[in-house]
Each structure stands twice: as structure tokens, then as C-alpha cells.
């Protein structure tokens, strides 16, 4: 999946011959998943159609502050666009367009919106070689970039007027895979190995049977992918659950047991990060698997239970850089609980749920949480969808390696 997924992509287009490769640009910017809006200068309409931008991007396109051949003359409001927008990216750049951002000029829409935009913006310059050359444009291209603008240089080649030489605009392919490079070089998580466990764990009774518990994996599978669109890589430990993922930087782990839990999480601890560990371990298992399946019989029968390895406390004991989060699921005295949890198991912090809030726990869509940390300092949150919730979980440990 692109990191454009879902991104919100104003295109401006100016007037230049490359125009015509911005129905290709819009093209890829669907294609990854981006919802795009166009804004276009007077002139670039020369080169390639409203109707053609509109059509690709499912989205009408303005050129002018209002369009007259509407009765109602609505005003196309660029400061709205410019809000819009998660990233505007202007190509083709003209020498004429960029010498009027650098000096703040707003005469067309183009120009407003791009004053008005918040988000990062991104030009590709295209002109003619000497146009590319002229100390005005060095100038433009150079106060551009001060400004916080993000140029994705033109390249060399043959040119409109048949020269050959550094002026062409980069081809939408270079300019996508441009912007998606560095979208994912700027994320929170560039860099960071996460350790998460999800799911419940099955405790072998005979051949068929198991001890188990109703935990979906839901709340685990969400926090690996919001922390893997934020770009960390991720070790997902997942006992038995019917939750999918695709995603390039999740690395999945099927285990059964909490044994196999636990040897899987020790085998990534060393080298991660971050360890959150989420999954609903079984405390017990049966102390003999019967090789052949129990046969039912007229008195009653007793399973005598051990207790399994406490994986966290275990990571907690062998703790060095990481930043270790426990989850702890309650239905009373729950802040005491947890406090004693963060303690006995040596926690950076610890994600509660009470049962006996309307809406947590296991096997729904939504999750209700307060998170400790451990100086006690905490913080409760509203009821929410799981990834909601997954993003404040992912937002605090955030704060915690960044502090
Ligand atoms: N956990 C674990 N390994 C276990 C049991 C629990 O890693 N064998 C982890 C869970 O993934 C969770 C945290 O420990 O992050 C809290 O689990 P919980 O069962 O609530 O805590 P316990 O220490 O077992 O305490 P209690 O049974 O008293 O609630």
C-alpha cells in the first residue's frame, strides 16, 4: 500500500508543454489511493483540458476565482483548497510562476492557494535550459526551498525547443515515487522496530481440544498498522485470531500457545525498539497434553493446570533500551491493579481497560482506555473505535521515545 493512501493531493498545473504529463501524474496520484483536487493557471489551459483533469481526478476543476459560465458566480475558495489539501505539489513549475511564488504575487487561484496551504508543498520546475540556468530563476528555486518548499529537481533531456539540456520536467513516475520517498523519510517511526503481540493463546488439552479466550486480536492488529503507516517496522506475534494484514513493513508471527509466545518474543526483543505487548495470554495450561483425544467417561473429570510464563514480566526482567507497554484488563480496583502491574513487571507504561465499561474489552469495535505510565502520571480517553484508540496508544509512545 502507498503511503499517498488516503492522502488529500492538490495538483496545480501551469503553463508549460509538460503540462500534458499531468493527466499521467493525476493518473498515478488515483492509482495510489489519493484523493486529488486540480487548480489550474489561465494559460496552462492551453496545453491540456480542464475536462481531461476533471474527468481523471473525479473532481471539478477551477482555474479562475469564480466561474463565470456559472449562473450563480460561486466563488472557488482558495484559502478552503489550500486547508484541503495534505500535500500540494505544482508541476510543471514555470520560471513565471515560481519568480511569482517567491515574491508572494496572487494573481491567479494557483498563486492564492498555494499563499494560503499549510500542508507541504512540492514543485517540479520545467522550462527551457536557460530559462533553468538564469540567475532569476537560481534565485527562485533557491528562496523556494528556504521557504520550506520541497523541490523535485528537473532533469536533463531533450527540450521543447529541440535543445538538449537540464530543464525537463521529472516524469510523473520520478515524481510520485519523489513525493512517497519523502513522506515516508519524515515519519515518527522511520527507523523503529516494534515488538507486538495480539490475540489470544490456545493451551493444549489432547489433540483437539484447547483452553482459550475470546480475544480477537482486533486491538494488537490495529496498533501494528497504525505504527507501520507511521513507518515502523513491525514484529506482529499473533496467537489465533482471523484478523488480516497486508502491509509491507509487518512482519507476522502465527504462534498457538503462550509458550510459543514467548519464545517468539524473546527471539525480536533484542533487537526492538518498542514492545507492546497486547495479546490476552493464558495464565494456566493443562500440566500433561494427553497424546490421544480424551475419551468421555461417566465421572467427572479434573485438568490439572500450571501456570505459563508471564512474557512480559520475562521481557521486563531483561529490559535495556526498550520502552516496554503492557495492557492490563480489569474489572475491579483497576488503577491499583495496574499501578502494581507496571511495577512487578518493570513497565514504561500500561494501556488499562476496566470491564466494566461499556464498550472495552474483548471482541468489539470500540475500546475505552486510560494509559499510566510509570511515574503514575496518567491520561483516560474517551470511548472510541479501536484504531482510534490504537493511535493514541501509538501517539503516547511517540511522546515517550521523543522526550
Ligand atoms: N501477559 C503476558 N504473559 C502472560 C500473561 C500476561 O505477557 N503469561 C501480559 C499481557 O499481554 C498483558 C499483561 O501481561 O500485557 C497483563 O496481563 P494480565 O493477565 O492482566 O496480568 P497478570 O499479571 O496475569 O495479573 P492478574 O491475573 O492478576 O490480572
Known amino acids: 500500500m502507498s503511503v499517498l493512501s488516503g492522502k488529500k493531493v492538490l495538483l496545480g498545473v501551469t503553463a508549460g508543454i509538460a503540462a500534458y504529463k499531468t493527466a499521467n501524474l493525476v493518473r498515478l496520484f488515483i492509482k495510489s489511493g489519493a484523493e486529488v483536487k486540480v487548480v489550474m493557471t489561465p494559460a496552462s489551459k492551453d496545453f491540456i483540458t480542464p475536462l481531461t483533469l476533471s474527468t481523471l481526478s473525479k473532481n471539478p476543476v477551477h482555474s479562475t476565482f469564480y466561474d463565470t459560465e456559472d449562473e450563480n458566480e460561486l466563488w472557488n475558495n482558495h484559502v478552503d483548497l489550500g486547508l484541503w489539501a495534505d500535500l500540494m505539489i505544482i508541476a510543471p513549475a514555470t520560471a513565471n510562476t515560481l519568480s511569482k511564488m517567491t515574491n508572494g ?130 514484529y506482529l506475534v499473533s496467537g489465533p485470531s482471523h484478523q488480516k494484514v497486508t502491509h509491507s513493513l509487518i512482519h507476522r508471527i502465527d504462534v498457538k500457545s503462550a509458550q510459543d509466545m514467548y519464545n517468539a518474543c524473546h527471539k525480536y526483543y533484542n533487537d526492538v525498539d518498542v514492545a507492546i505487548l497486547s495479546a490476552a495470554v493464558a495464565d494456566y495450561r493443562p500440566k500433561n497434553v494427553a497424546s490421544q483425544k480424551i475419551k468421555k467417561k461417566d465421572a467427572s ?103
Open 105 to 234: 504575487t496572487c494573481d491567479n487561484l494557483l498563486l492564492a492557494t498555494y499563499l494560503s496551504a499549510k500542508c507541504p508543498v512540492y514543485f517540479a520546475p520545467a522550462m527551457d535550459l536557460d530559462m533553468y540556468k538564469h540567475p532569476s530563476t537560481k534565485v527562485s528555486l533557491d528562496s523556494l526551498q528556504e521557504f520550506g518548499n520541497i523541490m523535485i529537481p528537473a532533469t536533463s533531456g531533450e527540450l521543447a525547443s529541440g535543445l538538449v539540456g537540464e530543464g525537463r520536467m521529472a516524469e510523473p513516475e520520478d515524481i510520485v515515487s519523489f513525493i512517497e520517498r519523502d513522506i515516508v523519510s519524515k515519519l515518527p517511526l522511520k527507523g523503529k522496530k516494534i515488538l507486538i503481540t495480539a490475540g489470544p493463546t490456545y493451551e493444549a488439552i489432547d489433540p483437539v481440544r484447547f483452553i482459550g479466550n475470546h480475544s480477537s486480536g482486533k486491538m494488537g492488529f490495529e496498533i501494528a498498522k497504525t505504527a507501520a503507516n507511521l513507518g515502523a517496522e513491525v
Open 301 to 403: 473429570l479434573t485438568i490439572e493446570l500450571e501456570p505459563t510464563q508471564d512474557i512480559l514480566k520475562s521481557l521486563g526482567e531483561i529490559k535495556q533500551k526498550q520502552l516496554l507497554v503492557g495492557f492490563a484488563l480489569e474489572t475491579n480496583n483497576e488503577e491499583e491493579n495496574a499501578k502494581s502491574k507496571i511495577e512487578r513487571k518493570n513497565l514504561d507504561l500500561i494501556v488499562l481497560n476496566s470491564l466494566r465499561d461499556k464498550g472495552a474489552g474483548f471482541a468489539t469495535d470500540t475500546n475505552k482506555i486510560t494509559i499510566i505510565d510509570a511515574d503514575f502520571s496518567k491520561k483516560s480517553f474517551e470511548l472510541k473505535s479501536k484504531k482510534e484508540v490504537s493511535e493514541d496508544i501509538i501517539n503516547e509512545i511517540i511522546q515517550k521515545l521523543n522526550a
